[in-house]
């Protein structure tokens, strides 16, 4: 992160995590990591849509620092375009029974603009 300048309006924001989430069994929902104790939200702001690509930097620099304490996947709808290894690694061990799971439902993959887990074939 370095030489990056950090505006007012560029955030981080944190939700609180445990409490009755984790009583929840893992494969009963598609949402993995209900045992983290917090999770984050890194938001860039910056109204001036020039600042983009700094705002994009600064937030994936920040995600590579922090991530090594972390649980290693995250909460699909905090997630932006990060590739299939990440939503893969977000949904651990559901992940094959979700792909399943849309093979059945959704076998054309008619809804893929999101973090897409294609259908197994």
Known sequence: MK???????MRTVRAEGGCTQGEVNHAAAAF????ANWSMVI???DPDAANKDTITQWAREYWDAVHPYSAGGAYVNFMMEEGADRV???YRDNYDRLATIKAQYDPGNLFRVNQ??????
Do not use: F, K, L
Request: zero cysteines.
């Open 3 to 9: 030489g990056i300048r950090v505006d007012p309006e």
């Open 32 to 35: 993995s990591y209900r045992d």
């Open 43 to 45: 938001a860039g702001v």
């Open 88 to 90: 893969r690694a977000t």
């Open 116 to 121: 897409n887990i294609p259908p197994t074939s």
